[in-house]
């Protein structure tokens, strides 16, 4: 399957973008800058999205099968921050972890329905979609709820078409961003919150993210699973 995943240098990308490839799949690698292997795009431009795609479809031989929209940022801002800082912390949260996901998986939803043969969308959103988050992170959780409310909607609208979308909600998982957090004050806190005794890793969400890009079953189209270790279940 010829595969295109966003945020692919490290994390939790980077784990899913070496599983694909090890499962022998095409797959198309993203990060902010590139690399020999990745195609570059900061998602904090308004353009980066068409042009990540098109340099895709070009690269992939103009098929593209699923996109993983993985890319994000988990940045904070103070509930007493100026007008100022607390706008723009919104807008840059909101325009790399919801809209360019959102123009991603329109781009992908039209160059599926041209195809004609269907396709799939895996959306990384968060537990925080579903608990909210800390009172620096209000953007961050409203980014993650209203990618969740993407996926319905792509789920709902285009199922008829075969073209299928689907969430992966983690928990604290390890990757850069949240070590330092982790390994700091606040870790022993969380991992006392969480029922299986440990943050998830990032090879479980990984799989996670493989099984709904190539064999989730087409009736669970519109479903979000949990990574979390049990730490907010619903
Ligand atoms: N880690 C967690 O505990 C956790 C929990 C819930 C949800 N998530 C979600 O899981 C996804 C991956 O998180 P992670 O922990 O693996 O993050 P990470 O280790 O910080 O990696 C983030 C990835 O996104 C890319 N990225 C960041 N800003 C970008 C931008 N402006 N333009 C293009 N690419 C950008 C990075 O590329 P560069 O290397 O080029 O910067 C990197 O590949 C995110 O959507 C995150 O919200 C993570």
Same mark, same amino acid.
């Given at each position: 399957?010829? #595969? %295109? ?9 980077? &784990? ?21 292997? *990745?195609?570059?795009?900061? %998602? ?7 042009? #990540?795609?098109?340099? =895709? ?6 098929? !593209?099968? /699923? %996109?993983?929209?993985? =890319?994000?940022?988990?940045? @904070?801002? &103070? ?16 325009? !790399?972890?919801?809209?360019? $996901? &959102?123009?991603?998986?329109? *781009?992908? /939803? ?11 969308? /895996? ?5 925080? &979609? ?12 409203? @980014?993650?709820?209203? %990618? ?5 909607? #792509?789920?709902?609208?285009? =199922?008829?078409?075969? !073209? ?10 390890? @990757?850069?961003? +949240?070590?330092?957090? *982790? ?12 029922? *299986?005794?440990?943050?998830?890793? +990032?090879?479980? /969400? ?9 064999? =989730?079953?087409?009736? $669970? +189209? ?13």
């Amino acid at each position: 399957m010829n #595969i %295109l995943i966003t945020g692919a240098s490290r994390g939790i990308g980077g &784990a899913a973008y070496a599983l694909l490839k090890r499962h022998g799949h095409n797959v198309l690698g993203h990060s902010t800058r590139g690399s020999d292997l *990745l195609i570059a795009g900061d %998602l904090a431009d308004p353009g980066a999205p068409r042009a #990540i795609w098109d340099t =895709a479809l070009d690269e992939l031989d103009g098929r !593209i099968d /699923v %996109l993983v929209n993985n =890319a994000g940022i988990y940045e @904070s801002v &103070a509930d007493n921050a100026t007008d100022d800082e607390w706008h723009s912390a919104w807008h840059r949260t909101l325009t !790399i972890n919801l809209q360019a $996901a &959102a123009d991603l998986s329109r *781009l992908a /939803v039209s160059h599926f329905l041209d195809r004609g043969e269907g396709g799939r969308i /895996v959306n990384v959103i968060s537990r925080a &979609a579903f608990r909210g988050d800390s009172p620096q992170h209000w953007h961050y959780a409203a @980014s993650k709820g209203a %990618l969740l409310a993407v996926i319905k909607t #792509i789920a709902r609208g285009y =199922a008829a078409d075969g !073209i299928l979308c689907f969430g992966v909600a983690p928990g604290f998982t390890v @990757s850069e961003m +949240t070590e330092e957090y *982790l390994q700091g004050r606040g870790g022993a806190k969380i991992i006392a919150d969480i029922p *299986l005794g440990r943050v998830a890793s +990032t090879d479980e /969400v990984a799989e996670t993210i493989r099984w709904l890009a190539v064999d =989730a079953p087409a009736s $669970a +189209t519109g479903s979000v699973i949990d990574v979390n270790g049990a730490s907010y279940v619903r």
